[in-house]
């Protein structure tokens, strides 16, 4: 395997899910999924608050992730003696996102990359607080302040008719100006691109499969106009390889669709095998629903996976056609607070 034209080959990945829709922190991790569940970790950093027998006993529950509509997931990455972090994405609440941050004794310091994966309110409404703490963080280190990425066709707000007529509407948007008073340095990319030196964010995701059309329903206005907006184009992925293992690619609700999102990922990282898919395969509604056993096919035989980590939008019916498909030893799903650990084999 070769490095990608825009991100190295990594000695390991680092993935932890600040923000999701699930928490589950007690079911059991296959063989062969390296997962670390949430409370594993919080055993490893928490202190004993009493001994019973001999044995240590911590205090873990008052320390749990709160879940919510949306993603954000950490990713820290380690070439030789350099290490490198960046956010994908914020999820809908500031607050939120700051009290997991807290649970999960991240550093704010160290996030030196904000990227977007798409203007949708449960992944970005969350932007300014997190994008303040983090530059206020990093200015205390005496550190420069972290890159917001971001694609340049920003809608003011987006939504979905339901079938009645009505619709369903996502908060407005953070603005630009928004996002410059809380200290971020803002960049545009609507191409692929390097991220923070060890990871690339994908342009635009090209529509390949016949099945995968989009978001039924979906609008997005600018001002006071509205258009109807399945497609949602301006999408993006965020993708790293780890010498051993393929292609990590973390796709925060596969509004392209899961499958071409993994496409677009083989693009960039020609002839690499796909290590982990993390993120919403937004395989949920009655109108989404319908393709569950064609991507399911397609990721079996056209991506095939190491591991599968649907989260945030896939919906249960589609997760119970993953699990099918690739548990054991390939199926860990992503919820909050746990971790992906990915190291090259030695």
Known sequence: ???????PTLDS????????????TLSSIDDGVDQIPEIASLLQRLPATREHDGHPGIT?????????????????????????????DVGPYGDVWLDN????????????????SHWHADHSAGFPAAVGAIADARSKAGLAPPIVDLHPDRPDQRGSQLPNGTFALLPPEPTIQELERAGGHIVFHDQPHTVAGLFTGSGQIERITEYETGLAGHYTWC??????????????????????RGVTVLSACSHAGVVNACLGAKTLYPDTPTDVVLGGYHL?????????????????????????????????????ALAEAF????????????????????
Request: charged share 25%.
């Open 223 to 244: 001002g006071d106009v509205g258009e109807a907006d399945p497609l949602i184009m301006d999408e993006r992925f965020l993708a790293a390889e780890v010498r051993g």
């Open 101 to 116: 941050v807290d649970r999960l004794a991240i550093d704010l310091a160290e996030i030196e990359w904000v990227f977007l």
């Open 284 to 320: 949920a509604g009655g109108l989404m629903e319908d393709r569950i056993p064609a991507t399911v096919r397609d990721l079996v035989e056209l991506i095939n996976p190491r591991i599968v980590a649907p989260g945030h939008c896939t919906g249960w019916r589609a997760k119970v």
């Open 327 to 346: 548990a054991p030893g390939r199926y860990g799903p992503s919820v909050v607070g746990s971790r992906y650990l990915l190291s090259a084999p030695r």
């Open 13 to 24: 990945l680092e993935l932890t899910v600040v923000v999701d829709n699930e928490t589950d």
């Open 60 to 88: 873990v529950f008052d320390h749990m992730c709160v879940a919510c509509h949306g993603l954000s997931v950490l990713v820290r990455g380690t070439l030789g003696d350099e290490t490198r972090t960046a956010l994908f």
């Open 1 to 7: 395997m070769m490095d990608s034209k825009y991100g």
